[in-house]
């Protein structure tokens, strides 16, 4: 996560354009020398992505270095972010922010908070009119104190609600903006650190929402103890104690430990019912331990064996959707009773698409209400719908080629975007569904494409990535098909047109001696003569082939009975070809009767635009390596 901070950093160093000491932005945003160099390790993190980084030079300082053009889009970027943390100076951001005032102190008086909004003292007024009414939706109020000032006050989980809505915005990309005082930015990321590393150690794989909906809380929580405000026992006595405590209370005990705080059985309580969080595996589908007692365990048994009536479909059958629909239940039953609200951000389109799933929802909602006298919203009903969705399609399973799964609006949404792909595309094999925040997991995965609902950067991906705007559209159906046969056509070309018999090694110094010794060495294993290194040399004189990034493709068109052929050589350093260095050297011979191989120019020049690929091919020389860089295996 990166902070207003590190994004000021960032601006600063971009500014200057020269060496800057840690002293120097210290002083900027107001830490430690030793806290500037922990922001700059978190920088270098996320920077690397791009191709750049935040270079030290001992006794000098630190110093933005990359290429103009990521630079310029870094820039771009976090002057945007930078603008977007800025409350405007609407009625609605005023009230903002005198909210925020409120929170991080005990007792306000009208003269501070006129000097924190910079309003009058008549306009402040004016303004607490307006703060009072969003309080009433929180059960909650200002009370005022001679000589103090005044305090909002009311049920602690409510106020932890209001804060939750008004002292913290998460961002798009996941981009926290805290506005509570007490909680340093450096003890944020300490916080996210604690929270990831507990996650991936038990084998959890959470939603980008989920994640923020912890974290969120926990900074709540953690602001809330040091103001010395804790939750009344009549708040949680009837909470579940769900089976994502004891991973909740592991992280926060580190978080207690790690910003000296004392935490307590309550804290704990309210993180785990409130957070969303399931501690289920959707990938490796690992199973969670049932308790056949359990109330929840039995109303979704007596549920679902009603509703196999209506469907055909015993869902009790599948453990994914079990697991699932066992685990929201729970946890929803908590959020309830803690008075915290999930809005879905799909709630119009699954009710158009997905009417049946909607209606057993419905049924499940009026039957939880019965039974536990709790109510769902529609944002619930369509979250519960999304689970019946993904089982019906899961239901009509098939398998093929290796598909990851990108989603950042939940398991249920991502869990019914597979089983559509599946069901829909006979030659595909869904290999895990990830939120963005585990994007490094889910490369590691042996895999063809990438479905992303969020838009990623497919310069950084070795393979297809397919952007899905609509998640309940089959656009993404055709443009699958459609880009699984042209890798096999590709794959199919590169075959045709590349052999290991024709990759050398060669040396030269200048690029007359390169196509001459190229072309001998394919010579004399029997693929070109000397008219094909002749037409060779004709068509190079003609226009120099050297095209950047150390790469030359000589090429000629072939009459005859020459099967089409791509020699590689590689020389031992690189040589002026024409006006640009070269180092690797595709001679590109065609016979003009095999005029469907022509798409290969393509693909190569995808392989050049990556300096990286290239360097990489120089590096290994491998015949191998070099087509599975070129994605031809």
């Known amino acids: 996560m990166i902070s207003k901070k590190h994004s000021m950093i960032v601006k600063y160093l971009i500014e200057k354009n020269e060496y800057v000491t840690a002293v120097e932005l210290g002083q900027l945003i107001e830490v430690s020398v030793r806290t500037v160099k922990r922001y700059i390790k978190d920088l270098n993190y996320y920077l690397n992505k791009s191709g750049v980084e935040i270079s030290s030079v001992k006794g000098i300082g630190y110093k933005l270095q990359g290429s103009a053009k990521e630079i310029k889009k870094i820039s771009e970027e976090v002057s945007k972010f930078l603008e977007g943390l800025q409350m405007d100076d609407s009625l609605e951001g005023r009230i903002t922010k005198a909210i925020c005032v409120f929170l991080n102190y005990e007792y306000v008086n009208a003269e501070e908070l006129s000097d924190r909004l910079n309003l009058s003292i008549p306009s402040t007024n004016k303004l607490i009119t307006n703060v009072k009414d969003i309080l009433k939706n929180y059960d909650l109020k200002i009370i005022s104190k001679p000589h103090y000032g005044s305090k909002i006050t009311g049920d602690e989980i409510k106020i932890r609600s209001l804060m939750l809505n008004y002292a913290i915005k998460i961002h798009e990309n996941s981009l926290t903006e805290v ?55 009549s708040a949680i006595k009837d909470s579940f104690k769900l089976e994502n405590y004891e991973l909740i209370q592991e992280i926060m005990e580190k978080v207690a430990d790690n910003l000296k705080l004392v935490i307590d059985e309550r804290e704990i309580q309210y993180v785990s019912s409130s957070c969303g969080i399931v501690a289920y595996n959707y990938n490796t589908r690992k199973t969670l331990i049932k308790d056949t007692n359990d109330e929840v365990n039995k ?63 419905t049924i499940v909602a ?9 109510t769902l919203d529609e944002d619930e009903i369509g979250f519960i719908a999304m689970h019946f969705g993904a089982a019906f399609e899961r239901s009509k399973d098939k398998g093929g080629k290796k598909v990851c799964i990108i989603c950042h609006y939940g398991i249920g949404t991502s869990r019914l975007l597979a089983e559509k792909l599946k069901r829909r595309i006979s030659d595909i094999n869904i290999i895990g569904t990830y939120p963005v925040r585990y994007l490094d997991m889910a490369l590691e995965q042996d895999i063809d494409f990438i479905v992303s609902t969020v838009k990623l950067d497919k310069r950084n991906f070795k393979i297809p990535v397919l952007y899905i705007e609509n998640v309940f559209s089959d656009e993404i159906i055709n443009e699958l098909n459609q880009i699984f046969n042209e890798k096999d056509e590709r794959k199919k070309i590169l075959r045709d047109t590349f052999n290991r018999e024709a990759f050398f090694k060669i040396s030269a110094e200048n690029r007359e001696e390169a196509i001459e010794n190229l072309g001998r060495a394919m010579k004399s294993k029997g693929f070109i003569d000397d008219e094909v290194i002749a037409k060779v040399f004709e068509r190079e004189n003609m226009s120099s082939t050297d095209i950047g990034h150390l790469v030359a493709i000589p090429h000629t068109i072939l009459d005859g009975e020459y099967k089409s052929i791509i020699g590689v050589g590689v020389l031992e350093k690189p040589i002026i070809w024409h006006k640009q260095e070269v180092q690797l050297i595709f001679m590109v011979c065609f016979n003009r009767k095999e005029s469907y191989n022509f798409p290969v120019f393509k693909y190569l020049y995808n392989f050049i635009e990556d300096e990286g690929d290239v360097r990489s091919a120089l590096k290994l020389f491998s015949f191998d390596k070099l087509m599975e860089i070129l994605d031809a295996k």
């Open 179 to 233: 506005r509570i005082e007490n909680i340093l930015d450096e003890e944020i990321l300490d916080i996210e650190k604690i929270i990831s590393e507990a996650l991936k150690k038990n084998d959890v794989i959470v939603s980008d929402k989920d994640f923020n909906e912890l974290l969120t809380r926990v900074i709540v929580s953690a602001s809330r103890i040091r103001n010395k405000r804790v939750i009344s026992n």
């Open 366 to 374: 009026k039957k939880l209400e019965e039974e536990f006298n709790v």
């Open 299 to 361: 109303f979704a048994d007596e549920t679902l064996q009603e509703l196999s009536i209506i469907t055909g479909i015993d869902f009790r059958k599948d453990i994914d959707f079990i697991n699932a629909f066992i685990m929201h239940i729970k946890i929803y039953i908590n959020r309830f009773r803690a008075g915290v609200k999930a809005k879905n951000p799909l709630l119009s389109q699954i009710k158009t698409k997905f009417p049946m799933e909607t209606n057993l929802a």
